[in-house]
Nanobody, 120 residues
Framework: QVQLVESGGGLVQAGGPLRLSCAAS????????MGWFRQAPGKQRELVAA???????NYADSVKGRFTISRDNAKNTVHLQMNSLKPEDTAVYYC??????????????WGQGTQVTVSS
């Protein structure tokens, strides 16, 4: 069992940075791939970035070069550094634990989400 709690969301101007954090409970955190997903109003949830236990990463094309995912297995945390934010990045961002770099269906544990709003 893994419980996830996101933090760091908020309102930011376009072009600015924001850093999301996810704190995980459970002794098996280091064995999971961790992902950040987002869901905007009226749209499907999409994978933004993911990282394996071995720190192999995967990014959505829309965020490559702007977002960076990282994890600290000693602290049971995963972060998403978001730079050069755009209004289209506005969404609820979710942290999740699973067994895939790409497949949403293989993410079993989810946080409650944190709102990110980018103003133009």
């Amino acid at each position: 069992q893994v419980q996830l709690v996101e933090s760091g969301g908020g309102l930011v101007q376009a072009g600015g940075p924001l850093r999301l954090s996810c704190a995980a409970s459970g002794r098996t955190f280091s064995t999971y791939s961790m992902g950040w997903f987002r869901q905007a109003p009226g749209k499907q949830r999409e994978l933004v970035a993911a990282i394996t236990s071995g720190r192999v990463t995967n990014y959505a094309d829309s965020v490559k070069g702007r977002f960076t995912i990282s994890r600290d297995n000693a602290k049971n945390t995963v972060h998403l550094q978001m730079n050069s934010l755009k209004p289209e990045d506005t969404a609820v961002y979710y942290c999740a634990a699973g067994t895939s770099l790409t497949l949403t269906s293989l993410y079993r544990y989810w946080g409650q989400g944190t709102q990110v709003t980018v103003s133009s």
